[in-house]
Nanobody, 121 residues
Framework: QVQLVESGGGLVQPGGSLRLSCAAS????????MGWYRQAPGKQRDLVGT???????NYADSVKGRFTVSRDNAKNTVYLQMNSLKPEDTAVYYC???????????????WGQGTLVTVSS
C-alpha cells in the first residue's frame, strides 16, 4: 500500500512564504506525475501545480510566478514553495501522485490527507 504524507502547513502573514512537503512511502515501483491541489472552504478542489517525473511543471494561473513545484525522485518527495502568499491562498492543500506499486505495477492516483494553510494577519 502506498501513502502520501504532507507536512509544512500553518499560519502565515500575507506576503509571507511557506514550503510544503509530501513524501510517498510503501511498496513503490514507480511514480509518474506528482502535484498539489487545494480546497478552500465551500469550494471545489482545484489544481495548484504538477510536475512530471522528468521535471516538466504546470501551474494554475492564480499561482504562476509565486508558487514553485519541485521534486526529489530519490526521496519520492514533492515540494511546494509558496511565496507572496495572499489571503485567498487559504485552503487545505492536498498532495497527489500517480503511483505504480510493486504488486500490481499499474499506475493509480493516490492522495495525501491534506494540510491546512492559513494566510492571515
Amino acid at each position: 500500500q502506498v501513502q502520501l504524507v504532507e507536512s509544512g502547513g500553518g499560519l502565515v502573514q500575507p506576503g509571507g512564504s511557506l514550503r510544503l512537503s509530501c513524501a510517498a512511502s510503501g511498496s513503490i515501483f514507480s511514480i509518474n506525475t506528482m502535484g498539489w491541489y487545494r480546497q478552500a472552504p465551500g469550494k471545489q478542489r482545484d489544481l495548484v501545480g504538477t510536475i512530471t517525473s522528468g521535471g516538466r511543471t504546470n501551474y494554475a494561473d492564480s499561482v504562476k510566478g509565486r508558487f514553485t513545484v519541485s521534486r526529489d525522485n530519490a526521496k519520492n518527495t514533492v515540494y511546494l514553495q509558496m511565496n507572496s502568499l495572499k489571503p485567498e491562498d487559504t485552503a487545505v492543500y492536498y498532495c497527489n501522485a500517480q503511483v505504480a506499486d510493486r504488486l500490481s505495477f499499474t499506475y493509480r492516483e493516490v492522495w495525501g490527507q491534506g494540510t491546512l494553510v492559513t494566510v492571515s494577519s
